[in-house]
């Protein structure tokens, strides 16, 4: 317990790293304010005319028929079942359709947001991780606390604990704030109520982001022990974003199921669905596509053996590695 407050003074001593906690509130406000411009009400006449026009296209015998085919055939429409309702919102006209712009709706906004956000703050803990230990390591301060705590496991935990702890703690004060802004615009703006549960899944999925922030902290943490350098994680993470699950997309589809964004929202929705078409078919049947499934469960087994060997093999370096 001694070693991680020492180790939470470091961090609150880090300049660099206070710049990006600093940072990711600034972002969050940026999320908001963003949000509720985008989403600001609209007159009475402007929402009316947007219902009238909703209830004509719904009326209309083509529509009609597709929600008809919906309710036998689900997956060509992208429904989750064929219950009517779930056709309904995957097929009828919806009133944001007609209108100049989107009106608030947090169960709309819940589906995404929480994933813009966890990635987000979790770009923030990669860069919070490595500047920690690699600031360290530049300055030599490795060496000199390990003649005071020989122990090297017991330095490293106690390092990783702390990163883990500042990040994950980071990002839910962060959610929290955002949904806190949109909800209270939402309560003035609107005398609709939230659906019973919301607020519990809501919780659920910044709970899920702030996990996500401390793996992306740890990892940060990981890969900056063994290279000894921040720069190199801040490439390794530009090369994989911009480049990496482009190429794989491209050339090794079926690793789909295997590359960080689609995990990361399994992760934060509770699961995610991956629908690959084929390039050529001829007949109905070929050109359905292939469906692939991520569960919440598949999400964590994945993020938590890629995080488990990275910071295995972080140790194990560490341990055994000549330190300055």
């Known amino acids: ?59 209309r015998p083509y529509v009609q028929r597709a929600l008809r085919q919906c309710e036998r055939h689900p997956e060509r429409f992208g429904a989750s079942s064929g219950d009517p309702a779930d056709c309904a919102e995957a097929v009828l ?35 919070i991780g490595a500047t920690m230990i690699g600031a360290e390591w530049s300055a030599g301060s490795v060496g000199t606390q390990l003649l005071f705590e020989p122990r090297r496991p017991r330095v490293w935990a106690a390092k990783a604990a702390a990163i883990a702890l500042v990040t994950a703690v980071m990002a839910a004060v962060v959610f929290a704030l955002v949904w ?21 899944d809501l919780g659920a999925s910044g709970l899920r982001a702030a996990a996500f922030a401390g793996i992306g902290g740890l990892a940060g943490y990981a ?3 063994a290279a000894r350098h921040t720069v190199v994680v801040v490439g390794l993470m530009l090369a994989y974003s911009v ?25 934060i929705q509770d699961g995610h669905r991956i629908r690959i078409h084929p390039e050529f078919c001829n007949t109905r049947a070929e050109c359905r596509p292939t469906v692939t499934v991520i569960s919440l469960a598949d999400a964590a087994l994945y993020f938590g053996v890629v995080a488990a060997a990275m910071l295995l093999i972080s140790l194990a370096v560490f341990r055994h590695r000549d330190v300055p």
Do not use: K
């Not at 906004?109 to 979790?122: D, N």
């Open 93 to 127: 006209p919806q009133v944001n359709w007609f209108l100049d712009r989107p009106v608030l709706d947090p169960v709309e906004l819940a589906g995404e947001l929480p994933v813009v956000l966890a990635l987000f703050l979790g770009v923030i803990a990669v860069l």
């Open 243 to 267: 480049i990496g699950e482009g190429l794989l997309r491209e050339f090794v589809p079926r690793l789909e199921r295997y590359l960080v964004s689609n995990n990361t929202l399994a992760w």
């Open 180 to 200: 806190a802004g949109i909800l209270a615009a939402y309560a003035a703006w609107s005398d609709d109520g939230l659906p019973a549960g919301f607020l519990g």
């Open 1 to 59: 317990m001694r070693l991680l407050r020492v180790e939470l003074s470091r961090i609150r001593a880090r300049r660099a790293i206070m710049v990006l906690v600093v940072g990711s509130f600034l972002v969050g406000a940026f999320v908001v304010a963003a949000t509720l411009w985008e989403h600001r009400p609209l007159d009475a006449a402007a929402i009316a005319e947007a219902e009238q026009r909703v209830a004509e296209e719904t009326r």
């Open 223 to 225: 890969v900056t022990v």
